[in-house]
C-alpha cells in the first residue's frame, strides 16, 4: 500500500509544475482577452447603434436599399448581413450563411469556455498538489517548507479563480451581442423570404 501512495505522489506532485506553466498561459491569455473584449465592444458600440436605426425602418418594401445603408464595418454581424443580402435569390445560401455565422460566433466564445472551465479546475490542482508536502513540513516542524507550499497553494488558487472569472464575464456578454446579432440577421432573411414568396 505504502508503494502505491508513493507512486500517486510522486505524480501529483510531478503535475504541479505543468500546472502551474498553464496557469500562467492561462493568466496571460485572460489579459489579451480583455483587451480584445474592450477592442470588441468599441467597435459593436458604434457599429450596433447605426445598425440599430436602420432595422427599425426596414420593411420588406425597402430591403433592396438596405445594403447601401450597412455602416462601415468589418465586423462580423455586418459581413454576415452583406452576404445574406447578396445571397437573396438563394434560400439555401442564406440558410448555410446563419450556420456560419453561429458558428463563427462559437468559435470566438471558445476561450473565454476553456477559461471558465480550465481556470477554476486547473486552480484547484495548483492548490491540492502543495498540501501534501505542507502536510509533511507540519508533521515534521519544517515551518519554512510548509509555509513555502501553501504560498504556492493560495497563488494557483487566486490565478486560476481570476482567469474563470474573466473567461466566465467575457462569455457571458458575448453571448448576448451574438444572440442579439443572430436575431437581426434572421430578421433580415425572413423579409428576404417573404419578399421572393410574394414576387
Given amino acids: 500500500m505504502?508503494?502505491?501512495?508513493?507512486?500517486?505522489?510522486?505524480?501529483?506532485?510531478?503535475?504541479?509544475?505543468?500546472d502551474i506553466v498553464l496557469l500562467i498561459f492561462l493568466f496571460f491569455r485572460a489579459l489579451l482577452l480583455v483587451g480584445s473584449f474592450f477592442g470588441q465592444y468599441l467597435s459593436i458600440r458604434k457599429t450596433d447603434k447605426m445598425l440599430r436605426e436602420q432595422l427599425e425602418t426596414l420593411r420588406m418594401t425597402n430591403i433592396d436599399d438596405f445594403e447601401n445603408k450597412l455602416p462601415e464595418s468589418k465586423?462580423?454581424?455586418?459581413?454576415?448581413?452583406?452576404?445574406?443580402?447578396?445571397?437573396?435569390?438563394?434560400?439555401?445560401?442564406?440558410?448555410?450563411?446563419?450556420?456560419?455565422?453561429e458558428i463563427e460566433a462559437d468559435k470566438d466564445l471558445a476561450t473565454s469556455k476553456t477559461l471558465t472551465k480550465l481556470g477554476p479546475i486547473l486552480g484547484l490542482m495548483g492548490t491540492l498538489i502543495p498540501m501534501g508536502p505542507a502536510l509533511v513540513g507540519l508533521?515534521?516542524?519544517?515551518?519554512?517548507?510548509?509555509?513555502?507550499?501553501?504560498?504556492?497553494?493560495?497563488?494557483?488558487?487566486?490565478?486560476?479563480?481570476?482567469?474563470?472569472?474573466?473567461?466566465?464575464?467575457?462569455?457571458?456578454?458575448?453571448?448576448?451581442?451574438?444572440?442579439?446579432?443572430?436575431?437581426?440577421?434572421?430578421?433580415?432573411?425572413?423579409?428576404?423570404?417573404?419578399?421572393?414568396?410574394?414576387?
Wanted: no cysteine; glycine share 6%.
Fill in 139 to 199: 508533521s515534521t516542524g519544517d515551518i519554512g517548507s510548509m509555509a513555502y507550499n501553501m504560498q504556492v497553494a493560495f497563488a494557483t488558487t487566486v490565478i486560476g479563480l481570476v482567469a474563470g472569472a474573466v473567461g466566465f464575464l467575457t462569455q457571458q456578454v458575448k453571448q448576448r451581442w451574438y444572440l442579439q446579432d443572430m436575431t437581426n440577421l434572421e430578421f433580415v432573411a425572413e423579409l428576404l423570404n417573404e419578399k421572393r414568396n410574394r414576387q
Fill in 75 to 101: 465586423s462580423l454581424v455586418v459581413t454576415y448581413m452583406r452576404k445574406i443580402l447578396q445571397a437573396k435569390e438563394y434560400p439555401a445560401v442564406v440558410q448555410r450563411l446563419l450556420a456560419n455565422f
Fill in 2 to 18: 505504502n508503494t502505491i501512495s508513493d507512486i500517486m505522489f510522486w505524480i501529483s506532485n510531478g503535475l504541479l509544475v505543468p
